[in-house]
């Protein structure tokens, strides 16, 4: 399995920006596919993004793609996920989850996902 470190939450008025980070470690950590998820307080976790094991595809839950965007940089072992515009709406606890795989898409089942990360908190003020 490969470990995963998340950092870049926080607190920012609406319309703001954060951009979170997730630090891989473990040997080859660059073969797993990567998503980012979030959970509001009393919903479940929901799907935000995905990207395959090289980057060059991307998948975005419906009405987020064109305000976040996810990357990474298999040479320093990270996935990025830049949040513009953010809304009140937004405000949940963001977690990274990598899937020993090509790709992870919307339709990935959750179970497939074998490591977790502890997860940060955005909050969005009005």
Same mark, same amino acid.
């Given at each position: $399995?490969? $470990?995963l470190?998340?950092?870049?939450?926080?607190?920012?008025? @609406?319309g703001g920006?954060?951009?979170?980070? +997730?630090? @891989?470690?473990?040997r080859t950590?660059s073969?797993y596919a990567?998503?980012? /998820?979030?959970q509001a307080?009393? &919903?479940?976790? &929901?799907f935000? @993004?995905?990207?395959s094991? *090289?980057? @060059?595809?991307?998948y975005y839950a419906?009405?987020l &793609?064109?305000? /976040? %965007?996810?990357?990474?940089?298999n040479? &320093?072992n990270?996935v990025y996920?830049?949040m513009? *515009?953010?809304?009140p709406?937004?405000?949940a606890a963001?977690? +990274?989850?990598?899937k020993n795989?090509?790709v992870?898409?919307r %339709?990935t089942?959750?179970y497939?996902?074998?490591?977790w990360? $502890?997860g940060? $908190?955005?909050?969005v003020?009005?």
């Open positions: $399995q490969v $470990q470190v998340e950092s870049g939450g926080g607190l920012v008025q @609406a920006s954060l951009r979170l980070s +997730c630090a @891989a470690s473990g950590s073969s990567m998503g980012w /998820f979030r307080p009393g &919903k479940e976790r &929901k935000v @993004a995905g990207i094991r *090289s980057g @060059a595809n991307t419906d009405g &793609k064109g305000r /976040f %965007t996810i990357s990474r940089d040479a &320093k990270t996920l830049q513009n *515009s953010l809304e709406e937004d405000t963001y977690f +990274c989850a990598a795989g090509l992870v898409t %339709t089942p959750i497939e996902y074998e490591s990360g $502890q940060t $908190q955005v909050t003020s009005s």
